[in-house]
């Protein structure tokens, strides 16, 4: 029978300690662009070599295990309120293994819960019934210090000449990136969604983290959007931690949403380079990662 | 590469500069966003009553402070349940969130060094400038890689606070860092970002 708090478990061991091949080929990359002795080049260094310690100790990657976003998509049948019990279940069980710091902090006492179980938002975990009968379950683990830099702005905006087209997205989303510096832990990567309102498009500028670096998004008109931004992004030369240098960003991915006539927001999520995201998926009692 | 033995002297702190790599030896003490604001609550603007063991936790981190360093880091601990501490990740968190304390820390406490990530502002730059002080900039989520420079967790203090927050006081033997704000009155992070938003302003015609 399926085991499915230690498979999740496993889910969170990995996300926490073992990063994507996707994001350390990107770091290797950014460093192969830094100069040599740079200081950008000293802190990709050190960011790579951490990575493959953190992979050889099955030890956190980054201190901040940040909050964790659980993306389940289930079959027909399936009990989200026991799904969630057991989310919650290995959650707790992984912060005791000391995968994942105690994070969930109750907003008016202070109290830390010290098993990263707060209310019903802490962990995030969103649902999804789908065809077939593979469970997926994806998990990003988003710290508190790229967070932070997030931002959110009704267009039209009038600081930056920032219209209601695809021009004042880029101009909001530039300006997202230059105000961050090195606080998020550059080199990031842009989740963007554009429309919506509040809440939607900051949960899709979240989402749209699921997807791999190297895609390349079917519509063209975006596809050249994330692109332009990449290129951009790098040459404001904030670089590697804002030591400056050739790499801001590793990756932009943007997404649309139907808005309200009178609302127009853009929604800039920043994931730090330690861009923790693992997939697990149960056909049967058969498991798999990636 | 500049050793930096813990306490440091005024003169050691004064040689240092912008884009010097450094490694930290010797005894430092955890701090971040609570334990900033009860620093400031209770023995600076003493805007609440010292309470439960406070003044203790006081005397306790006065020492180490005084010509000290205060990382600005919420670790990953392993061993809670036997209190025999090791510090398994523990890399900097974002600093800017103290840039309304830290500066009136370094003063009150003597503090010489603050390590973290994302610099600081204008206001902790002043204080560096006055106590002599340094930002030295670790690299943000090199968690681990970190931890190992960490040799010794020495004690706890505020562990109410929670694990993130409270004040460890942690031995440490060539702990990586770069100064990024000096005692001169130079800081890469104006720098960079001054330069960026010129190349913003290009880039949008604004």
Redo the contacts between chains.
């Keep these: 029978m399926l085991d499915l708090p230690g498979a999740l478990l496993e889910l969170i061991r990995l996300t926490s300690t073992d990063l994507p091949p996707d994001v350390e080929a990107a770091l290797h990359q950014a460093r192969a662009r830094e100069q040599l002795g740079s200081?950008a080049a000293?802190?990709l260094d050190?960011?790579l070599?951490?990575v493959a310690?953190?992979r050889e100790?099955s030890?956190?990657?980054?201190?901040?295990?940040g909050t964790p976003l659980f993306y389940v998509r289930h079959p027909a049948g399936w009990s989200p309120r026991q799904l969630r019990e057991q989310i919650r279940q290995a959650v707790a069980a992984a912060t005791k293994k000391?995968y994942?710091?105690?994070?969930a902090?109750d907003s008016l006492s202070?109290?830390?819960s010290?098993d990263n179980l707060g209310d019903e938002a802490f962990p995030t975990i969103h649902f999804e019934e789908i065809e077939g009968d593979d469970l997926t379950v994806e998990l990003i683990l988003k710290?508190?210090?790229c967070e932070?830099v997030g931002a959110q702005v009704s267009l039209p905006d009038d600081?930056?000449?920032a219209g209601r087209d695809l021009e004042g997205v880029?101009?909001i989303v530039?300006?997202a990136v230059?105000r961050a510096?090195?606080?998020g832990?550059a080199p990031g990567i842009l989740g963007v969604a554009i429309g919506g309102d509040r809440g939607s498009s900051f949960a899709a500028s979240k989402e749209v983290l699921l997807r791999p670096l190297d895609d390349v998004h079917p519509e063209t008109e975006l596809a050249e959007f994330e692109g332009r931004i990449l290129r951009?992004g790098n040459?404001?030369?904030?670089?590697p931690?804002?030591?400056?240098g050739e790499t801001t960003l590793l990756g932009v991915k943007a997404t649309d949403l139907h808005r309200l006539p009178a609302s127009f927001f853009v929604s800039v999520s920043y994931m730090?380079?330690?861009y923790r995201r693992r997939r697990m998926v149960a056909h049967g009692d058969d498991v798999s990662y990636s | 590469m500049n050793h930096l033995r813990l306490p440091i002297s005024p003169d050691d702190i004064r040689r240092l500069k912008v884009?010097d790599?450094v490694l930290v030896t010797g005894v430092l003490l955890t701090g971040r966003d609570?334990a900033h604001k009860w620093m400031i609550d209770t023995f600076i603007k003493k805007t609440r009553v010292p309470a439960g063991d406070d003044l203790q936790v006081e005397q306790a981190i006065r020492p180490l402070l005084a010509g000290g360093a205060i990382y600005h880091?919420?670790?990953?601990?392993?061993g809670l349940d036997t209190q025999d501490y090791r510090f398994?990740?523990?890399?900097p968190?974002?600093s800017?969130?103290e840039e309304p304390y830290q500066g009136d820390v370094m003063r009150h406490f003597q503090v010489r060094a603050v390590i973290g990530?994302?610099?600081m502002g204008p206001k902790t730059l002043a204080a560096c400038g006055e106590a002599p002080g340094v930002y030295l900039?670790a690299?943000?989520?090199?968690?681990?890689?970190?931890?190992?420079s960490v040799t010794r967790v020495l004690g706890v203090h505020k562990l109410d606070?929670?694990?993130?927050?409270a004040m460890w006081v942690i031995e440490v033997r060539d702990f990586?860092a770069?100064v990024?704000m000096d005692a001169h009155g130079e800081s890469?992070?104006a720098?960079?970002?001054a330069?960026?938003?010129e190349?913003?302003a290009q880039?949008?015609?604004?």
Excluded: Y
């Design positions: 200081a000293g802190a050190s960011i070599e951490n310690l953190a100790k030890s956190p990657i980054c201190q901040d295990t000391a994942l710091r105690p994070n902090v202070g109290e830390n010290g710290g508190g210090g932070n600081r930056l000449n880029r101009r530039l300006e230059q510096q090195g606080q832990c951009e040459q404001l030369g904030i670089g931690m804002g030591f400056g730090c380079w330690a | 884009g790599p609570a880091c919420g670790p990953v601990v392993g398994l990740a523990a890399g968190t974002t800017i969130r990530k994302g610099g900039h690299i943000g989520g090199a968690a681990t890689l970190i931890a190992q606070f929670g694990v993130p927050e990586p770069v990024t890469l992070h720098e960079i970002e330069r960026s938003a190349r913003l880039l949008i015609g604004a």
